[in-house]
């Protein structure tokens, strides 16, 4: 099966750029995902990227994926402090999740 | 209609019950997903099922039981649980498997 590892945690400031990063090992998956989790709730998916695309961007979202380097980032701009959640990163092919990346945002 | 919805929203059982979760989808996609989320951890897959048909068991324990009525609905019965499987678990579906997958609110379990 594939790996996929984020770091657990960051906290930003509001108004802040964020950037949560994801390393996964061989992959033969067509998407890659961002999910979004609040306390206590399901995942919400945020945005997927198609294996051959560099970047995509989705109004504040932006992903960049790095296939030669397996590392694939979500930028959030302008941090709110709704995006306070746990973000995780997953692969199409064996719908597997990274631990999840706990994003704080300060006042 | 873009909702999965999944219910009970809580669920507490003793370890000598029967109980049932049900999740329900109407966006005519034909694959639908059990998740496990224990606290501060991501979800592990469960089951798959596509076209009504299990693919996928990830090795679960049978006190787990996965069925699939028909295209739109998901149960999950449980049996014998222990309290070792207290946890959220979040359905999910897809217009076809490995497409991507929208997922419900959850139900958050409790075995006492």
Redesign the interface.
């Given at each position: 099966g594939e790996d996929v590892e984020q770091s657990l945690f960051l906290s930003v400031r509001e108004g802040d750029s964020s950037v949560i990063n994801c390393t996964y090992t061989d992959s033969s998956s067509?998407?890659l995902?961002w999910?979004k989790q609040e306390p206590?709730?399901?995942?919400?998916?945020l945005t997927?990227i198609f294996s051959n695309m560099d970047m995509k961007q989705d109004q504040r979202l932006t992903v960049l994926l790095n296939k030669k380097d397996k590392h694939l980032s979500l930028r959030i701009a302008d941090t709110q402090t709704g995006d306070s959640a746990i973000y995780?990163c997953a692969s199409?092919?064996d719908?597997?999740?990274?631990?999840?990346t706990r994003l704080t945002v300060k006042p | 209609d873009t909702e999965v919805t999944q219910t009970p929203k809580h669920l507490v059982m003793g370890m000598t019950n029967k109980k049932s979760l049900k999740c329900e989808q109407h966006m005519g996609h034909r694959a639908m997903y059990w998740y496990k989320q224990k606290a501060k951890k991501p979800p592990e897959l469960m089951f798959v099922y596509s076209y009504e048909k299990l693919s996928i068991n990830e090795s679960v324990p049978s006190r787990f039981s996965p069925e699939c009525p028909n295209s739109s609905l998901l149960n999950l019965h449980l049996h014998a649980l222990q309290p070792e499987d207290s946890a959220l678990y979040l359905c999910a579906s897809s217009q076809a498997p490995r497409d991507t997958q929208y997922f419900g609110p959850g139900t958050r379990l409790t075995v006492l």
């Amino acid at each position: 099966g594939e790996d996929v590892e984020q770091s657990l945690f960051l906290s930003v400031r509001e108004g802040d750029s964020s950037v949560i990063n994801c390393t996964y090992t061989d992959s033969s998956s067509t998407y890659l995902y961002w999910y979004k989790q609040e306390p206590g709730a399901g995942l919400q998916l945020l945005t997927y990227i198609f294996s051959n695309m560099d970047m995509k961007q989705d109004q504040r979202l932006t992903v960049l994926l790095n296939k030669k380097d397996k590392h694939l980032s979500l930028r959030i701009a302008d941090t709110q402090t709704g995006d306070s959640a746990i973000y995780f990163c997953a692969s199409e092919d064996d719908m597997r999740f990274g631990a999840g990346t706990r994003l704080t945002v300060k006042p | 209609d873009t909702e999965v919805t999944q219910t009970p929203k809580h669920l507490v059982m003793g370890m000598t019950n029967k109980k049932s979760l049900k999740c329900e989808q109407h966006m005519g996609h034909r694959a639908m997903y059990w998740y496990k989320q224990k606290a501060k951890k991501p979800p592990e897959l469960m089951f798959v099922y596509s076209y009504e048909k299990l693919s996928i068991n990830e090795s679960v324990p049978s006190r787990f039981s996965p069925e699939c009525p028909n295209s739109s609905l998901l149960n999950l019965h449980l049996h014998a649980l222990q309290p070792e499987d207290s946890a959220l678990y979040l359905c999910a579906s897809s217009q076809a498997p490995r497409d991507t997958q929208y997922f419900g609110p959850g139900t958050r379990l409790t075995v006492l």
